[in-house]
């Protein structure tokens, strides 16, 4: 990546004094686009960063058409020779050239002042017809917000963040043409409520992105038209997007174009809907007493539904960002989808919902297998476990009061219930473990089950001989992702799965750390000499607990491949359960 940033592109850093303001004229440029890029471990690790600058410069953008503003900062090592290590600087792409414009010194880029100076500076200094921005890092949905700073103790923004330093900067007045997220999971309504406020559209995933993130290349379409509009760039952003990864591509891809003049009335309809699911809850028991194993649905009474009708319906939306049960806290859904969910129970407001979705909503491609609708939510339930400071983070966004009091009741009822609905029941092999002499301290260790062998012999997935766990996360039209929870040179972290028609016992995609809420980008490279150590479950059935049990770590060596043997011959065959309130339990 270093030689090809300095020999291919022609990189040249000049250092201007700055006396004049750059860029002013009486025929202001059509567009101003402003990238912040957090670099964070994706560039100190990978030089992601680095990879997306190249694209910048190969794109041919002419400075007539654009003034590209970057503000390069987060990372502790930047993989190139252009960028320094200690503080963050203020660049223009000039015509296939990387010019230092300004030093800012070693500035906290998860600080809203930070940002909120960029803003300023580039838009008092380089005055356009249009005005872009684009937030360049890793991404955690309405609760986490965006980035991480490396210098800085992985200092973040939060959506309250983002909108002080919008405020602050003048965007209210100066609306943005539009706002683009090359991070995870902030193509959701509680950030284009915010950013409604100051930019025209907005363009963001529901979900994961790959690593690599968008393809710059997209900037040579305003050497053709520069003064394209902001919905228009954005289908072109989706297009290469989508186009750079392929229809065959392993990867989750999704990508929203977001009309921010239509979205209030999404809000308003989530209200709505919320409202008659909030008096359902406060006026019904909050389980029916039947338990149903052999199916997740069950007849609601429509003028009465109860919290086990709804927790039933919020189990089966699309959730985003999901990982094994040690990191799946992020709860976003697709709005589309909850509506869809709820629509034999509340039809007209789920279909007010719908409606003015697909209003909002302007261009949106995916490759995932069920239907998504451009924008997500947050909706409390795999992350139960952290939903009180979850909830008051989102009481402070002030979205709609509804819906908000609607997350905080079916929260309520969540942790309170015993949900005898089972959602989910996986087939788990489970090797006994004799603590001691009593019986009643036998401990059940558990390896996930996914293959059988062509003799009907159970096999069980092993890496370097050590049985593992492997949680599904994600179906796309290519794959099936799983996660298997390890500890990784001391840091806890998912080694990511995939099954695919080529690939049918498993390819090993690479390592998402846990990071918080903020969900990683991409996967990071196992790398010869890693220390690894897997999380296996333990069920004692004497206690009817579920814990972690960590195993003894080992060193990776030239490579890391899954395995399948056969299950050992004192093997048990079971069942663990889930239910609707995401309780654990097992069939014995």
């Known amino acids: ?22 860029g002013v004229s009486n025929n202001p440029t059509p567009y101003t686009i402003m990238i912040y890029m957090n670099g964070s471990d994706l560039e100190s690790e990978f030089g992601l960063a680095t990879g997306d600058l190249v694209e910048m410069l190969d794109s041919g953008i002419i400075s007539k058409n654009a003034n590209v503003i970057i503000f390069t900062g987060g990372a502790e090592v930047w993989q190139n020779d252009a960028i320094p290590d200690n503080e963050c600087i203020i660049w223009q792409l000039d015509d296939g050239w990387l010019n230092e ?72 007045k100066q609306k943005l043409e539009f706002l683009g997220f090359d991070a995870c999971l902030m193509a959701s309504i509680e950030m284009a409520i915010i950013a409604s406020d100051y930019a025209h559209v907005l363009i963001a995933s529901e979900d994961l992105e790959p690593g690599d993130g968008w393809d710059y290349n997209f900037l040579s379409v305003l050497n053709i038209n520069p003064n394209i509009s902001g919905l228009n760039l954005g289908k072109v952003i989706v297009d290469t997007f989508m186009d750079f990864y392929g229809e ?44 149903n194993h052999s199916t997740l649905a069950t007849v609601a009474d429509h003028r009465n539904p109860t919290f086990t009708d709804l927790a039933i319906r919020r189990t089966n939306t699309k959730t985003f960002g999901e990982g094994s049960p040690r990191d799946n806290y992020s709860d976003m859904v697709d709005i589309g989808d909850m509506a869809y969910q709820l629509a034999d129970l509340f039809p007209r407001e789920a279909a007010n919902v ?94 996930g089950l996914l293959q059988t062998s062509d003799a009907g012999d159970y096999l069980w997935p092993t890496l370097e001989g050590y049985h593992i766990t492997m949680f599904p996360t994600t179906t796309t039209a290519n794959s099936r992702l799983y996660a298997i929870p390890v500890k990784i040179n001391e840091n806890d972290a998912d080694i990511v799965i995939c099954f695919t028609a080529k690939q049918p016992q498993g390819k090993i995609l690479g390592v998402r750390h846990y990071s918080g809420k903020v969900i990683q ?23 009817r607990q579920e814990t972690w049990h960590l195993n003894p770590s080992f060193t990776v060596g030239d490579t890391l491949t899954l395995s399948w043997e056969v299950a050992p011959n004192d093997y048990l065959l079971g069942y663990r359960y889930t239910d609707i309130c995401c309780n654990v339990t097992y069939s014995f």
């Not at 929203?256 to 809907?273: F, T």
């Not at 924008?375 to 002030?398: C, H, V």
């Open 1 to 22: 990546m270093l030689s090809m940033f300095k020999k291919c592109l022609m990189v040249v850093v000049v250092a201007f004094i700055f006396v004049v303001c750059v």
């Open 354 to 447: 719908l409606r003015a979705l697909a209003n909002c909503v302007t261009y949106n491609r995916h490759n995932a297998i069920v239907e998504l609708h451009g924008l997500s939510t947050f909706y409390i339930y795999g992350g139960k476990s952290q939903g009180e400071p979850s909830l008051r983070i989102y009481s402070n966004l002030n979205m709609d009061q509804y819906y908000t009091k609607y997350l905080h009741q079916f929260f309520e009822h969540l942790k309170e219930s015993q949900g005898r609905n089972i959602r989910k029941t996986e087939l788990v092999l489970l090797k006994k473990t004799v603590t001691n002499t009593t019986a009643e301290k036998q401990i059940y260790r558990m390896a």
């Open 248 to 291: 065959d591509s392993d990867e989750i891809l999704s990508l929203s174009v977001v009309d921010l003049s239509k979205v209030a009335p999404v809000m308003d309809a989530m209200g709505e809907l919320m409202t008659v699911a909030l008096n359902s809850l406060n006026s019904s028991n909050s389980l029916k007493s039947h338990i």
């Open 101 to 172: 414009i300004k030093s800012m010194g070693n500035v906290n880029m998860g600080n809203p002042n930070t940002l909120r100076d960029f803003i300023t500076f580039s838009m008092k200094n380089y005055p356009a017809q249009k005005y872009g921005l684009i937030m360049w890092n890793h991404g955690g949905g309405s609760i986490a917000g965006f980035g991480h700073d490396e210098n800085f103790s992985d200092g973040s923004l939060t959506l309250g963040d983002m909108q002080k330093a919008f405020e602050e900067s003048g965007l209210r």
């Open 521 to 543: 980008k991409g996967y990071f490279p196992i790398y010869q000499g890693d220390e690894i150590a897997i999380y296996s479950l333990e069920w004692n059935p004497a206690t």
